[in-house]
């Protein structure tokens, strides 16, 4: 009987997060290291206050886009207070992995602020 595998979440924040998980770590799960039973099972998920960032993405990916927002273009504080009190709905919605991998941008005003 083969060990279970260990989970690795990438969680995209932001668009440059959402952009990378989007881009690159979903090639990764349909490439050859995201088949080998050796590696942890990679699973991509996007958090975001904008679907602009997705481009459909969500249809087949977890995710999570801040309700009643449209972005934060750059400015940290226009989405913080929103973010801050969903921050447990965000975790239970999308649960970590046995590892996790945030990815964001430090000058964006979503990702900084996941």
Same mark, same amino acid.
């Given at each position: =009987?083969?060990?279970?595998?260990p989970v690795? +979440?990438v969680f &995209?924040? &932001? @668009? =440059? #997060? ?5 881009n690159?770590?979903t090639r =990764?799960? %349909?490439?050859e290291i #995201?088949k %080998? ?5 990679i699973?991509?998920? =996007?958090i975001?206050?904008s ?5 459909g993405?969500?249809e087949?990916?977890e995710?999570?886009?801040l +309700? #009643?927002a449209? @972005?934060s &273009?750059k400015r +940290?504080n226009t989405n913080?207070e929103?973010l801050?009190? +969903? ?6 919605s999308?649960?970590? @992995?046995d590892?996790n991998i945030?990815?964001?941008?430090a000058g &964006? @005003?979503?990702g900084?602020?996941?």
């Amino acid at each position: =009987m083969a060990a279970k595998r260990p989970v690795l +979440r990438v969680f &995209g924040c &932001g @668009g =440059m #997060g959402v952009e990378f998980v989007r881009n690159h770590v979903t090639r =990764m799960v %349909t490439s050859e290291i #995201g088949k %080998t039973e050796a590696f942890a099972e990679i699973k991509p998920s =996007m958090i975001d206050t904008s679907k602009a960032n997705m481009a459909g993405a969500e249809e087949t990916m977890e995710h999570y886009i801040l +309700r #009643g927002a449209d @972005g934060s &273009g750059k400015r +940290r504080n226009t989405n913080y207070e929103a973010l801050k009190e +969903r921050a447990n709905e965000i975790l239970q919605s999308i649960l970590p @992995g046995d590892y996790n991998i945030v990815v964001h941008s430090a000058g &964006g @005003g979503s990702g900084s602020v996941l």
